[in-house]
């Protein structure tokens, strides 16, 4: 996986992904943009399963199917292992570049329009401006 993403943002907000975790998914990569695999948690109960989502690096709109597959095959891994609650960062719109108001669109409109087993989708805002571009595209 890369080094980029939200890997390295999780220890420096206090989150210790665990030697385990770091091997397993170094061992799925890579995996191209528009892609996810998922992991065990290990040690991040009372997490089940960790997926990686690897999103664009942000070059314009045509990023926007990528993007969205990010979100996609997300739950399609979900559903292969019967997770019934997933939670995701904003995908892309940190060290990848994605402006936050497109990203927030495409993210709402392809977990909104997924068919899928998931009960519950958690959006984790690392600001509040992210929590906003989600809670307007969500509106609309």
Known sequence: MS???????????GYSLGPRLLQASLALAPCP????????????APVRWVIHA?????????DAATLASAYTQSLARADEVG?????????STGAYGYPLAEA??????????SVTAV????????????????EQALEG
Do not use: H, K, N
Request: with cysteine; glycine share 8%.
């Open 83 to 91: 997770a019934t609650s997933v939670a995701f960062p904003s995908i």
């Open 33 to 44: 943009p528009g892609g996810a695999v998922i992991t065990e948690a290990f040690d991040l």
């Open 54 to 62: 690897v999103g664009p690096i942000y070059q314009g709109p045509q």
């Open 119 to 134: 009960q519950s989708v958690l959006l984790f805002a690392f600001s509040s401006q992210v929590q906003e571009f989600w």
């Open 3 to 13: 080094r980029a993403g939200i890997r390295p943002a999780l220890p420096a907000r």
């Open 104 to 113: 927030a669109a495409v993210s709402m409109q392809a977990l909104c329009g």
